[in-house]
């Protein structure tokens, strides 16, 4: 961008009331209000292809029938392989309307996206949205979120929340083969350990894992430790702001902000042990993808729920 | 232009004898839900389901909508339209009539269909 633009960008930022809590890149590529919708975040389902095999079924991926079977025989299996049968846990508006106060509203009007998971320990429900960009310098997440449990019990119920998520599938674009770079994919992920057996945690993680983004492993960040703002009753609302931005051709994280603290990522990046392998590393048929998951899980069985205010994403061109 | 939504709120539940609930759902921004039901297989020897819609303040406590039940007795689509809802909503179901030793007698898909 040309400098002497950027002071007169900056200024209109600011002075828009709707984009002046955040800080996103040159070119804004989505303002996800959820006072206008839901912008099509959704629950996640795995790959697949065909009710049942079919001649020239795209081998890589089960059809639905496989992956039935599998999730029958392995309720264990992991969340982005799991097709979910039975009830769910599924990405709604949510007025945050409870019994004492009534509609609390989100921070910026009445509705916010809500992330609820099933009242069951373990339980780990991804809001969805395969994003992407032309322009492959830096690309930018911002949020404002909030996380509370059920309030059925009227509990606190911090400890019941085991972690939020914001998890990254990222791919390269394929015309870099015509310059000799073979095209790679990356998971820059970010885990918010709440709380486990009973204690709060409070610890910002990354993902070193090379079996999924949204399964880790988790390494915990250096400067991780991070008291965010829950409050004093199970229906009492608050609201942190959240940024986070990874370079798309350097393949690694460039900062990461929550409520006023700014965490040491620059330069890290996604590096798998053991290594993405044959499938796991491959990005056909998903050139430049930016597959990207807000999640929240649960520790106990009580339902956990992570609220997004709004969604701001932007990208640079460098 | 309106908003429009659809929920899966189960697919491919098994559901034996027995009460159960959806979870909780919020849609106080739409005019009208409409639950969608796909019945795909039925089993035992008389396999019957009543669903009723629910209604909330808050997500907790639930009472039946005035609205009719739905009764469903072999494999189809079937539908619920509510208007007059609240924000909170959820599906109460009643299944009787299915294997006595407690395997599915429906195997279905539960849809909100919401528009506003």
């Known amino acids: 961008m040309n400098e002497s633009a950027q002071p007169f960008r900056q200024a209109l930022l600011q002075a828009d009331p709707r984009l002046s809590r ?40 089960d059809s639905v029938t496989q992956s039935l079977e599998k999730a029958r025989r392995n309720p264990q299996l992991r969340i982005d392989r799991k097709l979910p049968i039975g009830p769910r846990g599924v990405p709604m508006l949510s007025s945050l309307t409870s019994w004492d106060v009534g509609t609390a509203g989100s921070l910026s009007g009445t509705y916010a996206l809500k992330v609820p998971t099933l009242p069951q320990a373990g339980s780990k429900v991804f809001a969805q949205k395969r994003l992407g960009s032309p322009w492959r310098g830096k690309f930018r997440v911002e ?15 911090e400890t019941d929340i085991r972690a939020l998520y914001l998890t990254f599938d990222v791919m390269d674009l394929h015309h870099g083969r015509e310059q000799g770079q073979e095209p790679r994919r990356w998971w820059p992920a970010l885990r918010y350990h709440n709380a486990e057996n009973g204690q709060l945690v409070r610890r910002w993680q990354a993902n070193i ?15 991780g430790q991070q008291d965010l703002g829950y409050n004093r009753a199970a229906t009492k609302y608050q609201w942190n702001y959240l940024r986070f931005t990874f370079d798309l051709a350097r393949r690694e994280y460039v900062d990461f902000h929550c409520h006023g603290k700014e965490f040491n990522v620059q330069g890290r990046r996604h590096e798998p ?28 069985d009580k339902r956990c729920f992570l609220y997004l205010d709004a969604v701001v994403v932007s990208a640079s061109e460098n | 232009m309106k908003n429009i939504h659809a929920a899966p709120m189960e697919v491919l539940s098994a559901k034996p004898n027995g009460a159960f609930a959806t979870e909780p759902y919020e849609a106080g921004w739409a005019d009208e839900a409409l639950a969608m039901v796909y019945v795909r297989e039925t089993s035992g020897p008389a396999p019957k389901l009543a ?19 739905l009764w469903m007795e072999k494999a189809g689509g079937y539908c619920l339209p509510l208007t007059h809802f609240g924000n909170w909503l959820r ?26």
């Open chain 2, 91 to 116: 599906l109460a179901g009643e299944v009787a009539g299915g294997p006595a030793d407690g395997s599915p007698a429906f195997v279905l898909d539960i849809y909100w269909v919401l528009k506003g």
């Open chain 2, 51 to 69: 669903l009723r819609a629910q209604i909330s303040v808050d997500g907790a406590r639930w009472f039946d909508h005035p609205a009719p039940p």
């Open chain 1, 209 to 223: 894992g090379s079996e999924g983004v949204k399964d880790g492993a988790w390494e915990d960040l250096a400067d």
């Open chain 1, 22 to 61: 955040f800080n996103p890149l040159e070119r804004i590529l989505h303002v996800d209000d959820f006072n206008q919708g839901q912008h099509g975040w959704q629950g996640y389902f795995p790959d697949y292809d065909g009710w049942d095999d079919y001649p020239g079924r795209y081998q890589p991926v």
């Open chain 1, 273 to 300: 042990d053991p290594a993405l392998e044959g499938w796991r590393a491959s990005t056909d048929k998903c050139p430049g993808l930016v597959g990207t998951g807000f999640g929240i899980e649960a520790a106990t």
């Open chain 1, 143 to 157: 949020t404002w979120f909030c996380f509370k449990t059920d309030p059925a019990d009227f509990q606190l119920g």
